[in-house]
């Protein structure tokens, strides 16, 4: 057996979530799609700029189709679907020319005048930057503009479709109403021929053999007649989302939680239109730093620029890929975290199993193909370097790197490199800010000057090891039970944080005077 053909074997079982997933759809096709292939899709309203949440969604797709190319020869496409025929409901404030947007509310976006001057309108202003945000991260996508379909009749067969069977899907959405929305309810939003605002008002005929709605016009109260084909009319989105589902023929597209109503609606009218629901989860949503829901107007989460300035895309992609199903704090704080375990899971992948490798987050996040990275110190304890060093000089951080670790280089190592200039930004704006040094306790004194004694035995350019075990038996011989005790004293009162390092690394990286005198600072508060 080849590499290729030991992978698929394994992939076969293997419980990592995007293989799962991508078994989904195995036995959707057990004799393989009629099209010839498997189309996945994520959603985008472009009312707004891209956000962490479209990061998210795409490079958790992107995940399964990977997987599922491990499992089947068969073709696949992701498709990124921008809603721009949408109504125009609120001005966001973050644009220019307030007044003038103001007067385009209830507008399809694509028909919003671009208020940065740069593009035909707001719609394609705000897909350019999707566009150019997926590209930015190497997506492998196909776009498509809600208005182009509408209009250019790629929806048109399945927009007859719901017309034919309005009953049915009515009967789907008016239970989920309250008394007021179920009375004006209507499944086609017709486009004012006057005015051009997308209209929500109630439908007084309907034609199926013409392929047509009726309906007042709220100002002058005269019935008009509009196709609901060519872009004169859009759905409401639940239905909108399965019509999509069934025009397109979507085979995989995730959610979040907050939408498995809506999921379980459009699968039961994409049935109604003769077709099967595509496969998917739903995705917990992020929370903020006090485990409060992330919410875009009250800016309380974490951007994709805010979290690459701290720290490479990969971090970022490890952060979507661990337990997408449960609810995670999205904040400064965990990124540390993140980048450190993304390393060592890359630095663990060449020697392990096939079976392994396949559950490796870096097999997922690289497609398959993670870099040969092994890092010499991780990034926590650079920034416990920066922090103790007073330095934001990458140059000087460097010196201690290459003392203790002789050959290592920015030439050698760019992605440590990189990490040394991302901790400088990390340790200026998160961590001096909120440094305190406390003093030490009788007890923690006497352990520390202890400790100071076994350093000097011990003597400079001795390996971590050396060092870790003369902090272990300080901690030991003063009492402290347990131990982790003693590490948690020996951060605040020679760090000022509450956690940090593996202290024995710390002092080969920090260099043995240097640590003394952190202890010398400590003991003479």
């Not at 109504?87 to 973050?94: E, I, S």
């Not at 694509?110 to 930015?136: C, E, I, K």
């Not at 034919?164 to 009515?170: E, I, L, Q, R």
């Not at 759905?235 to 959610?255: F, H, I």
């Amino acid at each position: 057996m080849n590499l290729a053909s030991d992978l698929r074997a394994a992939a076969l079982t293997n419980k990592a979530w995007p293989f799962e997933e991508a078994r989904k759809l195995l036995d959707r096709y057990p004799g393989g799609p009629a099209k010839g292939h498997v189309l996945f899709e994520t959603g985008y309203g472009p009312s707004g700029l891209p956000h962490i949440g479209t990061f998210g969604e795409v490079v958790r797709t992107t995940m399964v189709r990977r997987a599922f190319a491990v499992l089947s020869d068969v073709p696949t496409r992701l498709v990124a679907f921008s809603d721009d025929m949408d109504g125009f409901r609120k001005v966001p404030d973050n644009l220019p020319q307030q007044e003038m947007l103001a007067t385009y509310l209830g507008q399809p976006l694509s028909a919003v005048p671009d208020p940065f001057g740069t593009h035909a309108s707001l719609g394609a202003h705000n897909n350019a930057r999707l566009r150019v945000f997926l590209d930015n991260f190497g997506f492998d996508y196909e776009f498509m503009s809600s208005t182009d379909c509408y209009r250019g009749g790629m929806f048109d067969a399945t927009l007859l479709e719901v017309l034919a069977h309005y009953d049915a899907v009515m009967g789907v959405i008016l239970p989920t109403l309250g008394p007021d929305r179920r009375a004006t309810y209507a499944p086609f939003l017709p486009l004012c021929p006057r005015t051009g605002v997308v209209l929500q008002v109630p439908l007084v005929a309907r034609d199926a053999d013409a392929g047509t709605v009726s309906y007042a016009d709220p100002a002058s109260g005269d019935a008009v007649t509009v196709p609901v084909t060519g872009g004169h009319c859009k759905l409401q989105w639940k239905v909108d989302w399965a019509m999509r589902w069934v025009a397109l023929g979507v085979d995989y597209e995730m959610a979040g939680k907050d939408l498995i109503d809506s999921v379980t609606l459009s699968g039961r009218i994409a049935r109604i239109l003769g077709a099967k629901p595509p496969e998917g989860f739903n995705y917990e949503l992020f929370l903020d730093a006090v485990g409060g829901k992330i919410s875009k107007s009250k800016g309380n989460g974490l951007g994709v620029d805010e979290w690459l300035e701290y720290a490479a895309p990969e971090s970022l992609a490890l952060y979507m890929y661990q337990n997408p199903r449960k609810a995670k704090r999205l904040h400064f704080d965990v990124i540390p975290k993140a980048v450190d375990e993304y390393f060592a899971f890359a630095a663990a992948y060449p020697g392990q199993p096939v079976d392994q490798r396949l559950g490796n987050p870096a097999f997922h996040i690289h497609g398959g193909k993670p870099p040969e990275t092994r890092l010499p110190l991780t990034f926590g304890l650079l920034l416990n370097l920066v922090t103790v060093s007073g330095t934001s000089d990458p140059a000087v951080l460097w010196g201690y790197v290459t003392r203790s670790f002789p050959g290592t280089s920015a030439a050698t190592h760019p992605e440590l490199d990189a990490l040394v200039h991302y901790a400088i930004r990390y340790a200026r704006d998160f961590v001096v800010p909120h440094l305190h040094r406390r003093k030490p306790d009788a007890r923690e004194a006497a352990a520390l000057a202890d400790l100071d004694a076994r350093l000097a035995a011990v003597g400079p350019g001795a390996d971590a090891e050396a060092y870790q075990n003369e902090v272990y038996a300080a901690g030991k011989v003063a009492g402290f039970d347990p131990l982790r005790d003693w590490f948690k004293a020996l951060y605040e009162t020679l760090l000022g944080t509450e956690n940090g390092p593996r202290m024995g690394s710390f002092v080969a990286l920090y260099g043995l005077d240097g640590t003394r005198g952190l202890i010398a600072e400590s003991l003479t508060s």
